[in-house]
């Protein structure tokens, strides 16, 4: 099995930044593509910003364009989110996913295989 971890998340005040992690287990692990999904309070999960692994071709939704930046470390076989001008909105539970195979659209969530269990983003006012 696949595992996910993720870790940095915390609290910021508005304007601040955080840089997320999340960790594939396996030194045999593979992915087409990682991603970061967050959920608010009282919302559903939604898409964040994705990377293919080996394409290095990455994808955002419109709010955190300009603001968050996906990277990945092929040999730690982590995929990092970079959060800078943090908003209070940006506060959710953040969780990384993964799928080894090729997927036409990254910004669906139930096309990823893997899933971590999330690390909380608070950002205050």
């Known amino acids: 099995q696949v595992q996910l971890v993720e870790s940095g998340g915390g609290l910021v005040q508005a304007g601040g930044s955080l840089r997320l992690s999340c960790a594939a287990s396996?030194?045999?692990?593979?992915?087409?593509?990682m991603g970061w999904f967050r959920q608010g309070p009282g919302k559903e999960r939604e898409f964040v910003a994705a990377i293919r692994w080996n394409a290095g071709i990455s994808y955002y939704t419109d709010s955190v364009k300009g603001r968050f930046t996906i990277s990945r470390d092929n040999a730690k076989n982590t995929v990092y989110l970079e959060m800078n001008s943090l908003k209070a909105e940006d506060t959710a539970i953040y969780y990384c996913?993964?799928?080894?195979?090729?997927?036409?659209?990254?910004?669906?969530?139930?096309?990823?295989?893997?899933w971590g269990q999330g690390t909380q983003v608070t950002v205050s006012s």
């Open positions: 996913a993964s799928v080894s195979k090729f997927i036409p659209v990254l910004a669906v969530r139930g096309l990823y295989d893997y």
């Open positions: 396996g030194r045999t692990f593979s992915s087409y593509a």
